[in-house]
């Protein structure tokens, strides 16, 4: 089992719907990352967090440390959404464990 | 300021062969990190520096493969006798110390082994 599980694999929206994406962790950690990849692009940091809800424009994160658990939220989706969104949590160095991604597609 | 960046962008190079791949961290940065993409794998982190010293180099994938940094800056990747499964995107990312701090990522280096 894998340390870190992102829900669904692959998602596919209308533009303007309200997209949510899932991650479960099964070690203790300190902190929680989202990071967003465009195709053939860099990987970005959106969200780095440890407790509670963080929200950055369109985008809303929250963690439940009790539950090992994560959601991203999408307000208001967009065609520029289109991308991998992956959960990765920080281990014991600072490095990073990966969820396997969220491929997710917004169409107009 | 500048992010991190990587070079080469891409390289294609014939099995057998050594590949040094580099990677420029945002200055001040005392971690640097890194990782792979491969097809099959996903991410993968495979060391990191603290400073100049990387005390954990377990999570590198044979003895073919080595890093270091010097300077508390550069950082080099080195992977010798490459394999066709060496073939991934190498990414390298900086934070400002080892810990839970955000990441900044390179673009990364496209490694293709023929």
């Known amino acids: 089992k894998n340390e870190v599980e992102q829900s669904p694999q692959n998602l596919t929206a209308q533009e303007g719907e309200f997209i949510t994406i899932n991650c479960s962790y099964s070690?203790?950690?300190?902190?929680l990352h989202w990071l967003q990849q465009h195709p053939g692009g860099g990987i970005v940091s959106l969200f780095m967090?440890?407790?509670g809800k963080k929200k950055h424009g369109r985008l809303i994160a929250t963690i439940n440390i009790q539950e090992k658990h994560s959601s991203l939220h999408i307000t208001a989706s967009h065609p520029r959404d289109s991308a991998v969104y992956i959960c990765a949590v920080t281990a014991n160095a600072g490095e990073l464990v990966f969820g396997a991604g969220t491929i997710l597609r917004v169409k107009s | 300021g500048a992010g991190v960046s990587q070079s080469p962008s891409n390289k294609v190079t014939e099995k057998g062969k050594d590949v040094e791949l580099r990677c420029d961290p945002i200055?001040?940065?005392?971690?640097l990190y890194w990782y792979r993409q491969s097809l099959g794998q996903g991410l993968e982190f495979l060391i990191y520096f603290q400073g100049n010293s990387a005390p954990d180099k377990s999570g590198l994938p044979s003895d073919r493969f080595s890093a270091e940094r010097t300077g508390g800056s550069v950082s080099t990747l080195t992977i010798q006798r490459t394999q066709q499964e060496d073939s991934a995107v190498y990414l390298c990312a900086s934070s400002p110390e080892v810990g839970a701090y955000e990441q900044y990522f390179g673009p990364g280096t496209r490694l293709t082994v023929t």
């Open positions: 200055s001040g940065h005392t971690a």
């Open positions: 967090l440890s407790s």
């Open positions: 070690v203790g950690i300190s902190a």
